[in-house]
């Protein structure tokens, strides 16, 4: 009886731990069932590929299969067409172990053209889309979910459902910045480095004695100024503008030599309205405004 019973004592033992061993080796991969990207307007009717270091070839050989217009070793799934709200949904269902899913869509054509691609940006070259993977187990299928937002930016998230479209009248801004500066030299007398200034400012002031103000920190080769709120601001202004001023000049607040970013009085941005958080960035070096998605 004795030896009957320390039989199934093992046995049992040895089932708990292989049992807690697939456990483990489970909670070591997420289940993609689909990667689904809604608001792809340009590209209505265009069939796509999409392709990253976690969505293998149809030989399972590598990864990385762009298609360029030979669809013959593309995933099952990862060819799919925009639809006519510019929907497109990709069925690739992959169980994959990478730590951080990275991925782009093209149009399935030879070569390659930025209007026609998607990532973290829609029509974009860069950068590719990167999302951390959750590691909730082979067992409960996900889906990889973005929506083209506020300058063709690509909020990407990892859901249960599709969620349903914003209605909203306005946006939040947390912050404001201004990136990528090189070749200005800041008046040493200068209080501070950078001025924002616009009417719905927290506690604007048009001058030096505005709250919105920042000094440039050095990012490699540029530098970087950014202003963040106590509390998003709600703008429902078709245009959010804001009158970015660095200090070449600190006795000349208004006209000195380079005042201004892009030698105009503001840079502004249209208003996406889509309810979502975001930091308000001019971008020097590109002579462009960009609304950063806070998560």
């Not at 004592?9 to 080796?25: E, K, Q, V």
């Not at 859901?159 to 349903?164: C, F, S």
């Not at 800041?186 to 048009?206: H, S």
Request: hydrophobic share 45%; net charge negative; glycine share 10%.
């Amino acid at each position: 009886m004795k030896k009957i019973f320390s039989i199934i004592t093992i046995i049992t033992a040895l089932f708990l731990i292989l049992s807690c061993g697939a456990n483990l080796h489970n909670a070591d991969v997420m289940h993609v069932d689909k990667v689904v990207l809604e608001g792809l307007t340009d590209l209505v009717g265009k069939e796509m590929v999409i392709s990253g270091n976690w969505i293998p070839n149809k030989d399972g050989t590598g990864f990385w299969e762009h298609g360029l217009g030979d669809t013959s070793n593309i995933l099952d799934g990862a060819i799919a067409t925009v639809d006519g709200d510019g929907t497109v949904v990709f069925n690739i269902d992959v169980i994959t172990s990478e730590a951080e899913l990275e991925f782009l869509g093209k149009v399935n054509e030879a070569g390659w053209s930025d209007a026609k691609r998607f990532g973290g940006k829609a029509y974009a070259e860069n950068p590719n889309a990167k999302i951390a993977n959750l590691f909730t187990g082979s067992a409960t299928p996900k889906i990889i979910f973005g929506r083209v937002g506020a300058g063709n930016a690509i909020a990407w998230s990892i859901v249960d459902e599709i969620p349903a479209p914003v209605v909203s009248t306005s946006v939040f801004i947390s912050g404001v910045e201004l990136a990528n500066v090189y070749g200005v030299t800041i008046d040493a007398a200068a209080a501070n480095d950078v001025y924002f200034l616009n009417e719905w400012l927290p506690g604007n002031e048009w001058g030096a004695t505005t709250p919105n103000c920042a000094d440039l920190v050095p990012d490699g080769t540029t530098s970087d100024a950014r202003r963040t709120f106590a509390a998003p601001v709600e703008i429902s202004d078709n245009s959010i503008a804001v009158q970015i001023r660095m200090m070449v000049d600190a006795s000349n607040f208004w006209d000195g030599v380079g005042n201004k970013p892009n030698n105009s009085a503001s840079v502004s941005i249209a208003n996406p309205k889509d309810g979502n958080t975001y930091i308000f960035s001019y971008d020097f070096s590109q002579n462009e405004v960009n609304l950063i998605a806070v998560p």
